[in-house]
């Protein structure tokens, strides 16, 4: 069973593992503790340390005014707009709350936080150096006073001054803490990663220091991110957000965390974590990719009007739905809701029914949607009745209702959000067949116990499950990659035209030597794993193809083509390579020929021999007043020197090769 994933309240800020600073443009509204909308966030991920209610640190009367929350490998920490941090989950440790905090920043091993008087202070232990209960003696004094904005990496954190000035310290392997003088000065933002700084410049410049020595490139920093930057997020890679809504990604890129996702624009706001990438839009839509841990490094898509900050941290993603008070939300027989032109959500309930039903229509139009965390915390409720108008239910609709038993759910609801029974154990679903399938694949999302998954059901019937098919699967998008590949990868594609490309894997061949009976072992294979690959050569005098074998005829050049005629699933393919063949080199070995005294009919037999045992060796001299040759008999002729010339003319497998020795005659 999956671990449940539970919520992160953060009504603005959007931040990362790499805790990025001043990254938020919207402003933080005055929570009350009976509203209803406040901060509601979506989780997803893997969040290994909460296995309770995340928000049970946290007094009641501050659960609804959380600003901030930022996530490192010890934990989960809350930042409330009264200035206090509160630890979530299963994290223990967090720093006294007699100081009014102002920002929050955790990453790696390390955890900060800033007062509303300028000091950074740091709790839970000193490893590196960077941190330890409340205010340690390893901060530097300059940044106990006029700081503005705190960032933290695995091992260091900066702080950013009053003055546009960055103070570093903390663990310093990559040059993460050595602040080059750029960044002393004329800075608006800070961003902190895996053993990698960064900073912003009023102009709009990208600093970047540290990066693991180059290691992932985040030193190089492209030519379209040196100008019209305004934010900036490191953990490590980086983004950068320019003045025009597109990102800019570089560094690491092993989870796919550097690639932005096509058509990604209008971004309002970024975020960096290990090995993840996230993004807000202007019109409320969270984008994510990349993956760590449990992270899926495909891009995931929430599309929404109301989300006003995203995250990503260490193997977790979020996101956060905008504040609405309850003052100007209606109210009609206890339900609370909003409506567009068309349609009704249901936002809350206070009415003091144990038995709800949820009407078909209010204020006239249809009820579609129940909202995220619409009946979350109810205790007093114990069935729920939802009509066949809603095709929708948000994140957490029914989160925490201990006492819900049944719950009849139709089957026009297509979209399930996650959480929806989480810690909500004794909840009986009735009816609904679309859930069904959700539940088979997803059962961990929704919230279920491993008991409640397995007797979830008491009228959902499989009858009839193949007749919604089509109104919902086939316009599911992640189902219809899911049967795709099956359909690819099966022996065959069941009467539907769907064909995968394949390529060869075809190796250059080196320049080959010519020689008796030459053959050369070509493979060539499919990325299909189809058989047989056929090759073919261009030039048959050259070499000839049988199978994978290459027999050597003559000297020259040769294209050899290799092709697979594909299947049902895979369409053809074809590649080739040039192929050089060289005649062999050959040599003589003409000894050196002693100095002669002249006498009439005095001759000499010249000995010359190939490397290649070719015959015959032919022999010439330049001088015939000294010497001539006929066959490989030298006769001398007078005095004086003559250069005699050895030559072998090499046949088809042989280049020709020469010698020549000076002869002396006294």
Same mark, same amino acid.
């Given at each position: 069973?999956?671990?449940?994933?539970?919520?992160?309240?953060?009504?603005?800020?959007?931040?990362?593992?790499?805790?990025?600073?001043?990254?938020?443009?919207?402003?933080?509204?005055?929570?009350?503790t009976?509203?209803?909308?406040?901060?509601?966030?979506?989780?997803?991920?893997?969040?290994?340390w909460?296995t309770?209610?995340?928000?049970?640190?946290?007094?009641?009367?501050?659960?609804?005014?959380i600003?901030?929350?930022?996530?490192?490998?010890?934990?989960?920490?809350?930042?409330?707009?009264?200035?206090?941090?509160?630890?979530?989950?299963?994290?223990?440790?967090?720093?006294?709350?007699?100081?009014?905090?102002?920002?929050?920043?955790?990453?790696?091993?390390?955890?900060?936080?800033?007062?509303?008087?300028?000091?950074?202070?740091?709790?839970?232990?000193?490893?590196?150096?960077?941190?330890?209960?409340?205010q340690?003696?390893?901060?530097?004094?300059? /940044?106990?006073? !006029?700081?503005? &904005? $705190? =960032?933290? +990496?695995?091992?260091?954190?900066?702080? %950013? #001054?009053? @003055? *546009?000035?960055?103070?570093?310290?903390?663990?310093n392997?990559?040059g993460?803490?050595?602040?080059?003088?750029? /960044?002393?000065? !004329?800075?608006? &933002? $800070? =961003?902190? +990663?895996?053993?990698?700084?960064?900073? %912003? #410049?009023? @102009? *709009?410049?990208?600093?970047?220091?540290?990066?693991?020595?180059?290691?992932?490139?985040?030193?190089?920093?492209p030519?379209?991110?040196?100008?019209?930057?305004?934010?900036?997020?490191?953990?490590?890679?980086?983004?950068?957000?320019? @003045?025009d809504?597109?990102?800019?990604?570089?560094?690491?890129?092993?989870?796919?965390?550097?690639?932005?996702?096509?058509?990604?624009?209008?971004?309002?706001?970024?975020?960096?974590g290990?090995?993840?990438?996230?993004?807000?839009?202007?019109?409320?839509?969270?984008?994510?990719?990349?993956?760590?841990?449990?992270?899926?490094?495909?891009?995931?898509?929430?599309?929404?009007?109301?989300?006003?900050?995203?995250?990503?941290?260490y193997?977790?993603?979020?996101?956060?739905?905008?504040?609405?008070?309850?003052?100007?939300?209606?109210?009609?027989?206890?339900?609370?809701?909003?409506?567009?032109?068309?349609?009704?959500?249901?936002?809350?309930?206070?009415?003091?029914?144990?038995?709800?039903?949820?009407?078909?229509?209010?204020?006239?139009?249809?009820?579609?949607?129940?909202?995220?965390?619409?009946?979350?915390?109810?205790?007093?409720?114990?069935?729920?009745t939802?009509?066949?108008?809603?095709?929708?239910?948000?994140?957490?609709?029914?989160?925490?209702?201990?006492?819900?038993?049944?719950?009849?759910?139709?089957?026009?609801?297509?979209?399930?959000?996650?959480?929806?029974?989480?810690?909500?154990?004794?909840?009986?679903?009735?009816?609904?067949?679309?859930?069904?399938?959700?539940?088979?694949?997803?059962?961990?999302?929704?919230?279920?116990?491993?008991?409640?998954?397995?007797?979830?059901?008491?009228?959902?019937?499989?009858?009839?499950?193949?007749?919604?098919?089509?109104?919902?699967?086939?316009?599911?998008?992640?189902?219809?990659?899911?049967?795709?590949?099956?359909?690819?990868?099966?022996s065959?594609?069941?009467?539907?035209?769907?064909?995968?490309?394949?390529?060869?894997?075809?190796?250059?061949i080196?320049?080959?030597?010519?020689?008796?009976?030459?053959?050369?072992?070509?493979v060539?294979?499919?990325?299909s794993?189809?058989?047989?690959?056929?090759?073919?050569?261009?030039n048959?005098?050259?070499?000839?193809?049988?199978?994978?074998?290459?027999?050597?005829?003559?000297?020259?050049?040769?294209?050899?083509?290799?092709?697979?005629?594909?299947?049902?699933?895979?369409?053809?393919?074809?590649?080739?390579?040039?192929?050089?063949?060289?005649?062999?080199?050959?040599?003589?070995?003409?000894?050196?020929?002693?100095?002669?005294?002249?006498?009439?009919f005095?001759?000499?037999?010249?000995?010359?021999?190939?490397s290649?045992?070719?015959?015959?060796?032919?022999?010439?001299?330049?001088?015939?007043?000294?010497?001539?040759?006929?066959?490989?008999?030298?006769?001398?002729?007078?005095?004086g020197?003559?250069?005699?010339?050895?030559?072998?003319?090499?046949?088809?497998?042989?280049s020709?090769?020469?010698?020549?020795?000076?002869?002396?005659?006294?």
């Amino acid at each position: 069973m999956k671990k449940l994933l539970w919520p992160l309240l953060v009504a603005v800020g959007l931040i990362g593992s790499a805790e990025a600073s001043n990254l938020t443009n919207f402003p933080l509204q005055t929570p009350s503790t009976q509203s209803y909308g406040v901060g509601q966030p979506v989780l997803w991920g893997n969040s290994y340390w909460i296995t309770s209610d995340p928000l049970a640190s946290i007094p009641v009367d501050e659960q609804f005014s959380i600003s901030k929350v930022s996530i490192n490998q010890f934990g989960l920490y809350a930042l409330t707009t009264n200035g206090n941090i509160y630890p979530l989950g299963n994290s223990q440790v967090a720093p006294q709350n007699n100081i009014k905090y102002v920002d929050l920043a955790v990453s790696g091993v390390n955890s900060f936080a800033l007062s509303d008087l300028g000091c950074v202070y740091g709790w839970g232990g000193s490893l590196y150096g960077v941190s330890n209960d409340q205010q340690p003696s390893s901060i530097p004094s300059s /940044a106990l006073s !006029n700081v503005v &904005s $705190i =960032a933290a +990496g695995y091992g260091h954190a900066l702080a %950013l #001054t009053k @003055s *546009g000035g960055v103070i570093a310290w903390g663990l310093n392997t990559s040059g993460e803490t050595q602040v080059p003088f750029k /960044a002393m000065s !004329n800075i608006v &933002s $800070i =961003a902190a +990663g895996n053993r990698t700084s960064a900073a %912003l #410049t009023a @102009s *709009g410049e990208v600093i970047v220091w540290g990066g693991g020595n180059n290691y992932y490139g985040m030193l190089t920093i492209p030519d379209n991110a040196k100008s019209g930057i305004v934010q900036i997020a490191v953990d490590d890679h980086v983004l950068a957000l320019k @003045s025009d809504g597109t990102v800019i990604a570089w560094g690491a890129n092993y989870q796919s965390q550097s690639t932005i996702p096509a058509g990604l624009s209008n971004v309002v706001a970024i975020s960096a974590g290990s090995g993840s990438s996230a993004a807000l839009t202007s019109v409320g839509q969270v984008v994510s990719w990349g993956g760590g841990g449990s992270l899926s490094p495909t891009p995931t898509y929430i599309s929404r009007s109301d989300y006003v900050a995203a995250g990503t941290g260490y193997l977790i993603n979020w996101a956060i739905k905008k504040y609405t008070p309850s003052s100007v939300i209606p109210y009609t027989n206890g339900f609370g809701y909003s409506t567009n032109s068309n349609s009704v959500t249901i936002l809350g309930y206070n009415g003091s029914n144990s038995i709800v039903t949820i009407p078909s229509f209010i204020a006239g139009l249809p009820v579609t949607s129940i909202g995220d965390y619409a009946f979350a915390n109810q205790s007093s409720i114990s069935s729920i009745t939802i009509p066949n108008s809603v095709t929708n239910i948000g994140f957490y609709g029914f989160k925490g209702c201990p006492n819900l038993t049944s719950v009849t759910m139709p089957d026009s609801i297509v979209n399930f959000g996650t959480g929806i029974f989480a810690f909500t154990p004794n909840v009986v679903v009735n009816g609904s067949r679309t859930l069904i399938s959700y539940l088979s694949q997803n059962a961990g999302d929704l919230g279920f116990t491993d008991n409640a998954a397995s007797s979830i059901w008491t009228g959902a019937a499989a009858a009839g499950y193949f007749g919604w098919i089509e109104n919902w699967l086939l316009s599911d998008d992640s189902f219809i990659a899911r049967l795709a590949a099956r359909i690819l990868a099966a022996s065959n594609n069941y009467g539907i035209a769907v064909k995968q490309n394949q390529s060869l894997n075809f190796p250059a061949i080196p320049a080959l030597t010519i020689t008796p009976n030459k053959k050369y072992t070509n493979v060539v294979t499919a990325s299909s794993g189809l058989t047989p690959v056929i090759q073919i050569s261009g030039n048959t005098a050259v070499a000839t193809v049988s199978n994978n074998i290459l027999t050597l005829i003559g000297s020259g050049s040769t294209t050899i083509t290799a092709s697979q005629v594909g299947n049902a699933l895979w369409n053809p393919v074809t590649a080739s390579q040039p192929l050089i063949v060289n005649k062999g080199i050959q040599t003589l070995s003409f000894p050196a020929i002693p100095a002669q005294t002249y006498s009439v009919f005095k001759t000499l037999t010249l000995n010359a021999t190939s490397s290649a045992k070719l015959t015959p060796i032919t022999y010439s001299s330049d001088n015939t007043a000294v010497a001539i040759v006929s066959n490989n008999i030298l006769l001398l002729q007078g005095k004086g020197t003559s250069a005699i010339k050895a030559s072998q003319a090499g046949n088809v497998y042989f280049s020709p090769a020469t010698g020549t020795q000076t002869l002396t005659v006294k």
